[in-house]
């Protein structure tokens, strides 16, 4: 062995997502780099905000803003300051056109329409997911989603409103035990670690996939009642078919624990949120373009997520994801 090898040992991972991405363009001879310089804007926001999670307490950054947000949620001042932090990092780039938030009523035009600045990418997220949380220490995350942005319509806008199969990256951040970054580019699934240590996201897996099965799901029981009869008795039936439960009440917590374990993610239509609760464009499609990558399945219901037409910024949708012979049992009680 020679003398390097003994003083680097075989855990010592030398490749970062900065690497990592470089050389994935490396193989793309037409590649700009502007697709790059996307995530590592959000690389550079997402170890701001991962950070800012950690240190909330002490700098008394916990807590609700006492604003409403579009969906009349309490906005967390953390919602607002990761917001922000992503917004900063994202209209920075030359290649980022459109970007749409979670926190934000309308999608906020970057690219200059008189110059007929020509920007490929449109870019959404939900920049704290499960802030509701904050307070309890439970994982919480950062979702985003990528599409080329669709100059034929005369309303910018609407180039937010495509289908999730249009996406050309999605993926999420949990600032959980560790700050873990989890993405796809369409071709299967890379899982990072932040190194705090040295500021890099570190490369941990190349081909993340989804365990097939797991006896386990994930919901907010106390809305049973008000969930669709099918979804009952699906429930109904793992309670005696020695099914485990976990739910966290963070959607970034509970789908990276199903994509590391295997089982089902399920939020359901209540009477509440007839709809479902969670929102298409920033939590519903990178998931499911994750999910998928990584071997699972994911519906809204009946309907395979990405196959589904946006018509609002903010429309809601109900989720159905996870291990594909676990979706398809939910599947066989809904059918
Ligand atoms: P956000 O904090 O971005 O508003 O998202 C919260 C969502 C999602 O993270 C989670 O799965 C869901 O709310 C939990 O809803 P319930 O509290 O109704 O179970
Ligand atoms: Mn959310
Ligand atoms: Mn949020």
């Not at 020679?2 to 010592?12: H, I, K, M």
Request: aromatic letters at 8%; a negative charge.
């Amino acid at each position: 062995m020679n003398p390097v090898e003994t003083l680097l040992t075989e855990s010592d991972n030398l490749t970062s997502l900065q690497s990592y991405l470089l050389s994935e363009e490396d193989k793309h001879p037409d590649a700009t780099g502007r697709f790059t310089w996307i995530l590592s804007a959000i690389s550079l926001s997402t170890k701001f905000i991962s950070d800012k999670v950690r240190r909330a307490r002490l700098q008394d950054v916990l807590g609700s803003l006492g604003s409403q947000n579009v969906h009349d949620e309490s906005q967390q001042k953390l919602d607002v300051i990761a917001d922000e932090a992503l917004i900063r990092c994202l209209r920075s780039r030359n290649s980022v056109a459109i970007v749409a938030s979670e926190e934000n009523e309308e999608p906020i035009i970057v690219e200059n329409y008189n110059q007929g600045d020509q920007r490929p990418y449109v870019v959404l997220f939900d920049p704290l997911d499960g802030s509701s949380n904050l307070d309890t220490c439970c994982g919480i995350g950062t979702i985003f989603s990528v599409l080329e942005h669709d100059r034929r319509s005369n309303n910018p806008k609407e180039s937010v409103l495509q289908p999730g199969y249009r996406q050309v990256a999605a993926g999420y951040v949990i600032y959980g035990s560790s700050t873990v970054l989890v993405m796809t580019t369409g071709s299967g699934v890379q899982m990072f670690v932040l190194d705090p240590s040295i500021g890099a996201y570190m490369l941990v897996n190349e081909n993340v996939q989804i365990p097939t099965a797991h006896k386990s799901y994930s919901v907010n029981e106390a809305y049973i009642e008000s969930f669709p009869k099918s979804y009952q008795n699906y429930l109904h039936y793992a309670h005696k078919n020695g099914y485990s439960s976990r739910y966290v009440g963070s959607m970034v917590a509970d789908v990276h624990r199903i994509l590391v374990k295997g089982g089902v993610f399920l939020y359901p239509p209540t009477e509440k949120a007839p709809e479902g609760k969670l929102r298409l464009l920033y939590e519903a499609n990178p998931m499911a373009m994750i999910i998928e990558q990584a071997g699972g399945k994911a519906y809204t219901g009946t309907q395979r997520t990405l196959e589904l037409q946006p018509t609002e910024v903010h429309q809601r949708v109900s989720v159905l994801l996870g291990s594909s012979d676990e979706v398809d049992k939910v599947l066989s009680f809904l059918e």
